[in-house]
Each structure stands twice: as structure tokens, then as C-alpha cells.
């Protein structure tokens, strides 16, 4: 297991790692930006960690468009995104945050029967699209403000 990042939660995962810490259970901390693709290559599956609550429920965070450039299919809670953006790259587990018992039994048990071919055809419907392309973004968000000014009388 790779789990990339510095948050307050890395000391606690590290205890938790036990006798696996820096053996099958790998903690690199914070890693430059140039340098996240190398880590995603290394990856089968990313994890989108997202509260089904106001904040987490109505959220894109950067790493879906960082897991699509990659054809890395992840694992995330059954927020609205995860049915929005859903290609057949994601699993969408129960549980309204990802440290509840109800998600974590869900992961574990994906865990334990999660085969490679059924990685290799999530990665497939993985690869990149113009959801995150910055020109579609951009035409995107125009086309939305042009209507809210029309709305307004601007």
C-alpha cells in the first residue's frame, strides 16, 4: 500500500502500519509536483477519501483529473461525484466518510477479492476525457457565467 501525502492523519496511519511500516505499507510523505505522476504510474488504485457531508458531498478535488491523466481508476464514497463523473473507472463504496466502520469493512472486503483483470478494466475506462481538459473547462465556465449575467439583466 502506497499512501502519499503529509496530513495530520500520517503519524496515526504509520502506528497503525505496525511491523508492515516501510515493508508492504509505504508512507513517502509529501512528494513535489513533478513528480506525482511517477507515483500514480506505481499505483493499481487511487482513493478519492471524501465525507458524504456539506463539504465533502459537493466537492471535486484535484486528483480526479490527476487519476484520469494517469488511467488510474480509485475508490471513493457514494458522493455526487462519484455518479457524475462515473465511467465505469470508479468504485463507490457505502459509509458517509471514509473512517467510518461502514466504508472501511467495504474497502477491506474489495480488498480481499479485487482481481487483477477487474483493474485492468476499470484502468481502461480510465484514461483521460475533456471533463478536466482546461479549454472545455474554460467554454465550460464561460457558457455559465454568460447565463447568470443573462439571469441578472447583465
Given at each position: 500500500m ?25 508512507f ?5 509536483r513533478?513528480?506525482v ?9 487511487g ?48 459509509g ?6 461502514e ?10 477479492v ?11 475506462a ?22 447568470v ?6
Amino acid at each position: 500500500m502506497l499512501i502519499v501525502g503529509d496530513g495530520t492523519g500520517l503519524e496515526h496511519l504509520r502506528k497503525l502500519a505496525g511491523q508492515n511500516l516501510d515493508r508492504s505499507i509505504l508512507f513517502p510523505g509529501r512528494v513535489n509536483r513533478e513528480d506525482v505522476a511517477e507515483y500514480l504510474a506505481a499505483m493499481d488504485v487511487g482513493s478519492v477519501p471524501q465525507s458524504v457531508d456539506q463539504v465533502g458531498g459537493f466537492r471535486y478535488t484535484t486528483k480526479i483529473a490527476e487519476y484520469r491523466m494517469a488511467a488510474l481508476p480509485f475508490v471513493t464514497t457514494r458522493i455526487p461525484m462519484a455518479y457524475d463523473l462515473d465511467r465505469g473507472d470508479l468504485w463507490r463504496l457505502p459509509g458517509w466518510a471514509p473512517w467510518s466502520d461502514e466504508f472501511v469493512d467495504a474497502l477491506a472486503a474489495l480488498m480481499k477479492v479485487l482481481t487483477r483483470d477487474e483493474v485492468t478494466a476499470r484502468r481502461a475506462a480510465a484514461g483521460p476525457d475533456n471533463v478536466f481538459n482546461k479549454p472545455e473547462q474554460i467554454r465550460r465556465v464561460a457558457a455559465f457565467l454568460d447565463d447568470v449575467c443573462l439571469s441578472i439583466g447583465l
